[in-house]
């Protein structure tokens, strides 16, 4: 079990982490944050394996991960 | 206390030390070589540092380093040098860092010659760099007045956090002369405000030289004006030698200071009432030395500079506010000013009455 | 549960004023990471540049010293001979460091300066709207190059780890890439030798790593990933050029 968490007022909607996921979790979404970027949410969390390229890849820190 | 006998650059260099500079960063150049290489012997016995910087632009910077790490700091340089560091002395005053700049003055613009000059007046007391930014700027006229201004600067630059800037012409900075140093200091903790680390402190230290915003720029500025305001009022340093019945003034600084002090006596032997005004700081600049002049009395103020066209003269011509005429005796190109002419020039205009 | 990628915090928790996708965000991520895992932060001295890197004061939770433009090398090099026991490092562009400051960074390398210099390299001054850099690529559209780098009049890109891999002093000089997570892997693995380094008395190391600037390159932030692949790379070749730790051993 793997749960993301998503500071998504930093997020700024470059898309990185979506290209990486090898399982396809992640998307860009339709609600928008502050700094008026669509932010990045996990659509199939239960396919998570917790590789953590997303997060990796974010520039703005704005994925943690749970194990 | 015990007199030594001493060069001049290396006098201001043993007295940074007493004064508790413990860093030098600096790049060679004629007349001031002196002061990075007695810095590069003396300063490593008392556990300082000395780097020889691959520019003035870089020792400046260095110097900007050490400071922001809360240690007393400082560099040397030259007229040509000067302009070179003037880029890291406006970062020194914007980011408003405790640190010594001293300028061997030598002869401009350009590479000029390497002889002893004025002509870094303007430069020194008003624009040592971008940004509208003043410094204390002391300029010396005996080797023991070196050694004392370079002792206060540093009681300057840590109680103002600023840079202080000491402009002895190249004449001061090669003559040998007896001087008495002063103690050596304790060295101070490192202030709370130093970027080292921020260790138990519970909060950054964040050195710039800058604003964030337009409005946090405008409050530097102020804040900062405030200060050079203060010093106007507080700081200003002047000699006044047999001002108070002279018919005949002079005006000068530095070597020409001294130069016209043997003038005055000279000119008092043959009968004529002569004087001297000799600012010690030149920023701040003292205006009222020369405003308080008695124009009834006072004939010509004359301003003798080693810096053709004359600079001082603007601030003189602001203290005496048109009131008493205002004549030049000038040299240039590393030529020192004669007593000879200085006394040709006064006798010239008592003959004109 | 347990946590498995977690926040530096060497970062404080604003927002980085960074463009979507600028790796300057990643590479100040990793470089906290490392700072945190080497529990050093707290008398860490970050010097920071003129360019997009200064925007890092609003940032790092260190102490930081923003410096002249190219200086850095020169401000650092007065912080740590007055204040060793801190852990001192730059971050620096291409502009500061290969252009304005090449005096700067060459001399620092030379005396072999015991701190760690992040060389932040996207070929382009971004700040100031994309003008050419000294990293510039043969044929890049610069604002200042409008028909592409001609090397005839321009030059050829400045290659920086190369050159201070020549000098004698330097123990370890290397250039990474961030554009892909085994890359940044290895830049973190790379920033953490140069600190490792510092600590242990060594001397000056230099990481030079591939970036980004997806508004001045003027293409997504998605795209810039395969143009550093395709183009940067080919250019600036990965790799260590200098370790004396292995040239000792």
């Not at chain 2, 016995?45 to 240690?71: D, H, I, K, L, P």
């Not at chain 2, 700049?101 to 390497?114: D, E, F, L, W």
């Not at chain 3, 592409?148 to 370890?172: C, H, W």
Request: hydrophobic share 40%; net charge negative; with cysteine.
């Amino acid at each position: 079990m793997v749960n993301l968490e998503f500071n998504v007022e930093a997020c700024k909607s470059c898309g990185f982490c979506v290209k990486v996921c090898p399982k396809q979790v992640l998307s860009i979404g339709e609600h928008i944050n502050k700094k008026g970027y669509r932010y990045a949410q996990s659509d199939n969390p239960e396919e998570c394996i917790g590789c953590k390229m997303c997060a990796a890849m974010c520039p703005d820190a704005v994925i943690e991960i749970w194990k | 206390m015990e007199q030594i006998f001493m060069k001049g650059c290396e006098a201001i260099a043993e007295t940074a030390i007493r004064a508790g500079c413990r860093f030098f960063a600096g790049y060679p150049i004629t007349p001031q070589n002196e002061m990075p290489e007695y810095m590069s012997r003396a300063l490593p016995r008392v556990g300082g540092t000395f780097v020889q910087g691959e520019s003035e632009v870089a020792s400046v910077n260095m110097v900007y380093g050490a400071a922001a790490a809360g240690t007393l700091a400082m560099t040397s340089s030259s007229s040509p040098g000067i302009s070179l560091k003037s880029e890291g002395i406006s970062h020194l005053a914007g980011a408003r860092l405790p640190s010594l700049i001293v300028n061997v003055m030598r002869a401009g613009p350009g590479m000029g010659t390497i002889q002893p000059a004025q002509n870094d007046y303007f430069q020194a007391s008003k624009a040592s760099g971008h940004g509208g930014f003043r410094t204390i700027t002391f300029v010396p006229g005996t080797l023991q007045e070196a050694v004392d201004l370079t002792y206060l600067a540093f009681e300057y630059a840590v109680r103002d956090h600023n840079p202080v800037i000491l402009a002895p012409d190249g004449f001061i900075g090669a003559i040998m002369e007896p001087v008495t140093l002063p103690d050596f200091k304790e060295i101070p903790e490192t202030p709370d405000w130093a970027a080292i680390g921020y260790g138990k402190r519970g909060h950054i230290n964040l050195i710039k030289s800058g604003g964030a915003t337009e409005a946090e720029q405008q409050e530097i500025n102020e804040s900062a004006a405030k200060l050079y305001e203060r010093w106007t009022r507080e700081d200003v340093m002047v000699e006044a030698y047999h001002t108070e019945d002279a018919e005949y003034v002079f005006a000068a600084y530095g070597t020409s200071g001294r130069i016209c002090k043997s003038a005055v006596d000279e000119l008092r032997d043959r009968g004529i009432k002569a004087g001297l005004i000799r600012p010690i700081t030149i920023s701040p600049f003292p205006y009222n030395a020369f405003k308080n002049l008695d124009d009834t009395r006072v004939k010509y103020i004359i301003d003798v500079e080693m810096a053709i066209p004359a600079q001082m003269i603007e601030d003189v011509k602001m203290g005496v506010e048109g009131k008493i005429p205002i004549e030049t005796v000038l040299s240039s190109g590393g030529n020192i000013i004669r007593t000879s002419d200085i006394i040709q020039k006064t006798e010239a205009l008592v003959k004109e009455g | 549960m347990e946590k498995i990628y977690t926040r530096p915090n060497a970062l404080n928790k604003s927002v980085s004023g960074y463009c979507p996708g600028c790796m300057h965000s990643t590479i100040t991520k990793i470089t906290a990471q490392v700072i945190d895992e080497l529990g050093i932060g707290e008398r860490t001295v970050c010097v920071l540049p003129v360019g997009c890197g200064t925007l890092g004061a609003l940032y790092w939770n260190l102490d930081m010293v923003i410096s002249a433009h190219g200086r850095a090398p020169a401000v650092a090099t007065g912080v740590k001979r007055v204040s060793p026991d801190s852990v001192v490092f730059t971050y620096q562009g291409d502009g500061d460091l290969a252009s304005i400051g090449l005096s700067e960074i060459m001399h620092a390398a030379n005396r072999g300066e015991n701190y760690t210099v992040l060389f932040i390299n996207n070929s382009i001054y971004g700040m100031t709207g994309g003008q050419m850099a000294p990293t510039t690529l043969v044929g890049q559209k610069t604002t200042t190059t409008p028909g592409g780098r001609n090397p005839d009049t321009d030059g050829f890109p400045m290659k920086m780890a190369e050159l201070i891999a020549q000098l004698t002093s330097p123990v370890y000089v290397a250039r990474f890439a961030v554009n892909t997570p085994a890359y940044i892997n290895k830049a973190k693995e790379g920033i953490r030798k140069a600190f490792q380094n510092q600590l242990d008395g060594k001397g000056f190391s230099l990481v030079e790593i591939l970036s980004n600037c997806p508004t001045t390159w003027g293409m997504s932030p998605i795209d810039t990933l395969s143009y550093i692949n395709d183009n940067t790379l080919a250019e600036f070749p990965l790799g260590v050029f200098k370790d004396r730790e292995e040239e000792q051993s």
